[in-house]
Every structure is written in structure tokens, then in C-alpha cells.
């Protein structure tokens, strides 16, 4: 059994299925593991779900960092390809992101470690916007940065609910309109 492998699968399913769904009997039959095999490494679901986040957590990163070295792609460009990833993947059936506003929900104690997990997961997508608005010279980055992230939330919201990839490209077409509003207001087309 590989760690990796299990994590991605549970993520699969808890992608699929929900987190409140989340059994170590269910993962156990997923991935054809022995569940005193699972017990060894994670003693219950909430320690399977933490693991699971965090592990998807540093996917994110990864991809995050990658994009940010990427020299072929503007700032604007690198803001907007997040959606670009997430309509690929709602294609799929996956709907990345969403399970950390899930797990806010799921666990509304912010002393939770899978809250506190969640909870660094969106201020390191805050961070990611506001970074590349600064480098773009955006007036009022943090704001701006505070708009881009509530409708990257708003979208991965109704995902978990709804699963329209339609709602991927307006939320993509209005993160694109906020970028271009901010763009005209900092040349002062606004004023």
C-alpha cells in the first residue's frame, strides 16, 4: 500500500462523495486494504480526512509555485488559469478546492486542526492573488485580491452543491472582469 495512493483515491471519493460520507470501512474497500492495515496510519476518518487535505493542500502549492515560475504566462494569465485547471477537472468529475470549504463547514470550530488546515489553504490562494496583483501594479491590490478570492469561493460554493461547469466560466468571466475593471482604474480610466 502507498501512502500517496490511498490519499488520492480518499480524495477522489470525498471529492465524489462529500466528507460527511467519509468511513475508514469505505476507503478500506476503495483502495482493497486490510482496515487494520488503514488503522496503522490512520487511526480514524478525521485523521485520514487531515492527511488527505494536507496532501491536497501540497498539490496546490506545487501547482501554485510552478505557475508562478512559468515566465510564458502574464500575471493576469496566471491569476485566471486556476479556473482553467478547475473547468479540466470538473470535466473529470473532480472538484478540487471545494473540499476545503467543506471542511470549514464540516468542522466550524476554528480550533480544529482540519478547520485551521482549511483555513491556510484559502489565505495561501489569498496570497497567490495578492502577490501577482502587486506585480502587476494593481490599485488597491488587497481588495482586489479580497474580490478574486470570494469569487473563486463563491464558484468552488456552488460546486459542491450544484457540479455546473458552467458556473467555472462565469466565475472565470467575472474574475476577468474584476481584473479589468482594477487594470482600468489604476490608468485611471475610472476616475
Same mark, same amino acid.
Given at each position: 500500500? *502507498?501512502?500517496?495512493?490511498?490519499?488520492? $483515491?480518499?480524495?477522489?471519493? %470525498? !471529492?465524489?462523495?462529500?466528507?460527511?460520507?467519509?468511513?475508514?470501512?469505505?476507503?478500506?474497500?476503495? +483502495?482493497?486494504? =486490510?482496515?487494520?492495515?488503514?488503522?496503522?496510519?490512520?487511526?480514524?476518518? !478525521?485523521?485520514?480526512?487531515?492527511?488527505? %487535505? #494536507?496532501?491536497?493542500?501540497? $498539490?496546490?502549492?506545487?501547482?501554485?509555485?510552478?505557475?508562478?515560475?512559468?515566465?510564458?504566462?502574464?500575471? =493576469?494569465?496566471?491569476?485566471?488559469?486556476?479556473?482553467?485547471?478547475?473547468?479540466?477537472?470538473? #470535466?473529470?468529475?473532480?472538484? =478540487?478546492?471545494?473540499?476545503?470549504?467543506?471542511?470549514?463547514?464540516?468542522? =466550524?470550530?476554528?480550533?480544529?486542526?482540519?478547520?485551521?488546515?482549511?483555513?491556510?489553504?484559502?489565505?495561501?490562494?489569498?496570497?497567490?492573488?495578492?502577490?501577482?496583483?502587486?506585480? /502587476?501594479?494593481?490599485?488597491?491590490?488587497? /481588495?482586489?485580491?479580497?474580490? /478574486?478570492?470570494?469569487?473563486?469561493?463563491?464558484?468552488?460554493?456552488?460546486?459542491?452543491?450544484?457540479?455546473?461547469?458552467?458556473? +467555472?466560466?462565469?466565475?472565470?468571466?467575472?474574475?476577468?472582469?474584476? *481584473?479589468?475593471?482594477?487594470?482600468?482604474?489604476?490608468?485611471?480610466? *475610472?476616475?
Amino acid at each position: 500500500m *502507498l501512502r500517496e495512493q490511498v490519499l488520492d $483515491q480518499t480524495l477522489n471519493l %470525498l !471529492e465524489q462523495r462529500g466528507i460527511a460520507t467519509l468511513t475508514l470501512d469505505a476507503v478500506s474497500e476503495l +483502495v482493497d486494504v =486490510p482496515l487494520n492495515e488503514l488503522t496503522l496510519f490512520w487511526p480514524d476518518a !478525521e485523521a485520514l480526512l487531515y492527511d488527505c %487535505l #494536507r496532501h491536497h493542500g501540497d $498539490q496546490i502549492d506545487v501547482w501554485r509555485r510552478q505557475l508562478l515560475l512559468d515566465d510564458s504566462l502574464s500575471p =493576469p494569465q496566471k491569476l485566471l488559469a486556476r479556473y482553467k485547471v478547475l473547468n479540466e477537472q470538473v #470535466r473529470q468529475h473532480r472538484y =478540487p478546492g471545494c473540499l476545503f470549504i467543506a471542511a470549514c463547514s464540516f468542522y =466550524p470550530d476554528r480550533d480544529s486542526s482540519i478547520h485551521q488546515l482549511a483555513e491556510q489553504q484559502k489565505q495561501a490562494s489569498f496570497l497567490y492573488t495578492f502577490s501577482l496583483l502587486q506585480e /502587476m501594479g494593481s490599485d488597491d491590490a488587497e /481588495m482586489v485580491a479580497h474580490q /478574486m478570492e470570494l469569487i473563486l469561493e463563491g464558484c468552488l460554493s456552488r460546486l459542491l452543491v450544484k457540479r455546473q461547469l458552467h458556473d +467555472v466560466e462565469v466565475a472565470r468571466r467575472l474574475a476577468e472582469d474584476v *481584473l479589468n475593471i482594477a487594470r482600468c482604474r489604476e490608468h485611471g480610466a *475610472l476616475s
